[in-house]
């Protein structure tokens, strides 16, 4: 693979990474081939600050072999083979580099470049209750929807089935879109500006179709409350650590509030869409679930935050990255300051995404069973240790 062609991916991921709309820390990959050779964006980078060296080297008729082998059954094993064989691809001198967990599947597409985003705006209809009916009307025959299964080789495998189903239905055409159920968008294209064009046409086709978007007008919030929230939620997850021996060091972190936040978190009902997981992204940087506590009062805040959060910490096994105090505000906790602030961002995009999924029937978080995988998975633990590495 020549450098003319890597210098072209990097340049377009930085250039579409740096658009917050489209994707936040280290989530979304991108993907450009030639005839034997693909690069594609390693674990845990950033698409907005990617370097040459960032992209990892595939050998591509070993990428395809992995579509003939027979995996087992069992999910752990069947994930750590499949692991090994993606590993066995990278081209020679790249064996210090681990390619996205999403290689699979820019390999299954013939065309030059593969791109892959989580977009706010499409995550709203994509974790929505009528996502798939709303993504048929709205994008037709240019799209593939994809149902949420577990992210690996299997989420690989099922959209391999489909593609292949497809193509068998468009006389042996590729889709040049997958819609990804609580996940994101899959462009192809030969050239960046089919990359370009074909984002700018998704964006084109939402914004006709979204009504309701989130608040942007509220009531100022009180910062000697955040400041307090901050110190007594920080506090309480620091005791909680150090009664299970894991760091006596406080955690880090950032004071936050939207006007989406404080009408949202003005009652446990209106809260309820954001106690679900939304995406993938969601749990490895926000977490499974915010810690929220629907009554505050400032007389009570240090025993009520106290308690809240000890509840979690003990009803969750983990402590919380995101705690929410009635319709006051919120705390991001994080070991480290850009951990905290992911958190946040990650956060305030869930916000957005479950406003504007009232647009396609409200919000359809992730199952359980699915969720509890991303927690525990190896592969998302090593992604969200790259991608925030720093601070």
């Excluded at 096994?317 to 951990?339: C, H, M, Q, S």
Aim: aromatic letters at 6%; charged letters at 25%; hydrophobic letters at 40%.
């Amino acid at each position: 693979m020549n450098n003319h062609d890597i210098e072209e991916i990097v340049q377009l991921s930085r250039e579409i990474g740096q658009g917050s709309s489209w994707v936040i820390g280290g989530g979304g990959n991108a993907s450009i081939k030639d005839a034997e050779t693909m690069a594609v964006k390693a674990s845990g980078t950033t698409l907005a600050e990617m370097k040459p060296e960032q992209f990892v080297l595939m050998n591509r008729e070993r990428l395809d072999a992995i579509w003939k082998t027979s995996y087992p059954g069992e999910t752990s094993a069947r994930e750590a083979r499949a692991l090994e064989d993606l590993m066995a691809a990278r081209c020679e001198g790249e064996a210090e580099k681990r390619p996205s967990v999403e290689t699979l599947m820019h390999a299954l597409f013939p065309r030059r470049i593969v791109f892959h985003t989580h977009p706010t705006e499409l995550n709203g209809l994509t974790c929505s209750r009528e996502g798939a009916a709303a993504a048929r009307e709205l994008f037709g025959d240019q799209a593939l929807w994809i149902p949420t299964v577990n992210p690996g080789y299997i989420l690989a495998r099922t959209i391999y089935d489909m593609v292949q189903q497809w193509r068998g239905d468009h006389e042996g055409a590729y889709p040049s879109m997958l819609i990804m159920q609580n996940h994101g968008l899959v462009v192809t294209g030969e050239t960046a500006h089919d990359i370009r064009e074909a984002h700018r046409k998704v964006t084109e086709t939402l914004r006709g179709a979204i009504t309701t978007r989130p608040e942007e007008s509220g009531v100022e919030t009180d910062p000697f409350f955040l400041e307090d929230l901050r110190d007594y939620a920080a506090h309480a997850v620091a005791e909680y650590r150090a009664a299970h021996g894991d760091s006596l060091n406080p955690p880090k972190t950032i004071t936050f509030t939207s006007p989406e936040l404080l009408s949202r978190a003005a009652s446990a009902g209106s809260f309820a869409p954001l106690t679900g997981a939304l995406t993938p992204d969601h749990i490895v940087y926000s977490g499974h679930r915010p810690c929220y506590i629907a009554s505050v009062s400032r007389e009570a805040l240090r025993a009520e935050v106290h308690s809240e959060i000890l509840e979690f910490c003990y009803a969750q096994d983990a402590t919380p990255r995101i705690v929410v105090a009635g319709d006051l505000g919120a705390v991001a906790l994080g070991d480290t300051e850009k951990k905290a602030r992911l958190a946040m961002e990650l956060f305030l995009d869930a916000l957005k995404v479950s406003r504007l999924a009232e647009n396609f029937g409200g919000v359809q978080a992730m199952p359980p069973d699915q969720v509890e995988f991303i927690r525990t998975w190896e592969v998302e633990q090593f992604r969200e240790a790259v991608s925030t590495a720093g601070d």
